[in-house]
Nanobody, 114 residues
Framework: QVQLVESGGGLVQPGGSLRLSCAASRSIFSIGVMGWYRQAPGKQRELLATITSGASTNYADSVKGRFAISISYTLNTVYLQMDSLKPDDTAVYYC????????WGQGTQVTVSS
């Protein structure tokens, strides 16, 4: 089992930045893969980015160049740095973990609005 605790969501103006954090209850080396998803109202959950325990990353085209996923091995925490935010980025953002993507955080709301 892995518990995931997210933080860092909030309200930001278009063009602004936010950094989301996801603290895992055990070592990222034992988890293997972590990622971030989001779900906007009326839409399907969307995979945004993944990172392996070896720090290999992948991004959805919709966020490539604007979002960056990273790891703190000492804190067992994964981050999502989000820059150049747009209103379309408004959603609940979820942390995910596990090689089968089986563990989920509770979600954190991100609202991009002026």
């Amino acid at each position: 089992q892995v518990q995931l605790v997210e933080s860092g969501g909030g309200l930001v103006q278009p063009g602004g930045s936010l950094r989301l954090s996801c603290a895992a209850s055990r070592s990222i080396f034992s988890i293997g893969v972590m990622g971030w998803y989001r779900q906007a109202p009326g839409k399907q959950r969307e995979l945004l980015a993944t990172i392996t325990s070896g720090a290999s990353t992948n991004y959805a085209d919709s966020v490539k160049g604007r979002f960056a996923i990273s790891i703190s091995y000492t804190l067992n925490t994964v981050y999502l740095q989000m820059d150049s935010l747009k209103p379309d980025d408004t959603a609940v953002y979820y942390c995910n973990a596990g090689r089968a993507h089986e563990y989920w955080g509770q979600g954190t709301q991100v609202t991009v609005s002026s």
